[in-house]
Nanobody, 114 residues
Framework: VQLQASGGGLVQPGGSLRLSCAASGSVFSINVMGWYRQAPGKQRELVATLTTDSTTNYAGSVKGRFTISRDNAKNTVYLQMNSLKPEDTAVYYC?????????WGQGTQVTVSS
């Protein structure tokens, strides 16, 4: 399984960005796709996950600001990030977890700064 993420960049506080991650290869019909992030000097942390049956899980710090969605036909997951804060600055990693495997994308930088 390969994951290709895109959509990061530089945005001012209060702004929005949308991340996308497309999975290819042997993707099972039942899986969990999601986003994690890692800020400099910190451990990687969960941002949001979404199962194929639409169960979501969000970190408390992003609830109400970020929305995760997916297109199962395209094996693609999205992260709409609104009301961005400087503390959201991090490298964002796409993840796919399924039976027999846990896969990571290459990471995309999100910088929130004025």
């Amino acid at each position: 399984v390969q994951l290709q993420a895109s959509g990061g960049g530089l945005v001012q506080p209060g702004g929005s960005l949308r991340l996308s991650c497309a999975a290819s290869g042997s993707v099972f019909s039942i899986n969990v796709m999601g986003w994690y992030r890692q800020a400099p000097g910190k451990q990687r942390e969960l941002v949001a996950t979404l199962t194929t049956d639409s169960t979501t899980n969000y970190a408390g710090s992003v609830k109400g600001r970020f929305t995760i969605s997916r297109d199962n036909a395209k094996n693609t997951v999205y992260l709409q990030m609104n009301s961005l804060k400087p503390e959201d600055t991090a490298v964002y990693y796409c993840n796919l977890a399924q039976r027999y495997g846990n896969y990571w994308g290459q990471g995309t930088q999100v910088t929130v700064s004025s």
